[in-house]
């Protein structure tokens, strides 16, 4: 993991395509702000991962019915 020091105002590039900008610091919270193509997702790391896990089940009861519709 690389860590980076950035103050109010400051940004960083990743890709050459987005940009993450510190617009706020309030404590022990931080608030960011993102530019990115339309096309690149951009979720909160407890949202993306419940996104994946809904996805896994997904297909594990799309898998299981399918299978059971071959029967």
Known sequence: MLALTRKKGESLVINNNIEI?????????IKLGIQAPRDVPVYRKEVYMQIQKENKESLQIDGLEALKNLL
């Open 21 to 29: 900008t510190v617009l706020e610091i309030r404590g022990d919270q």
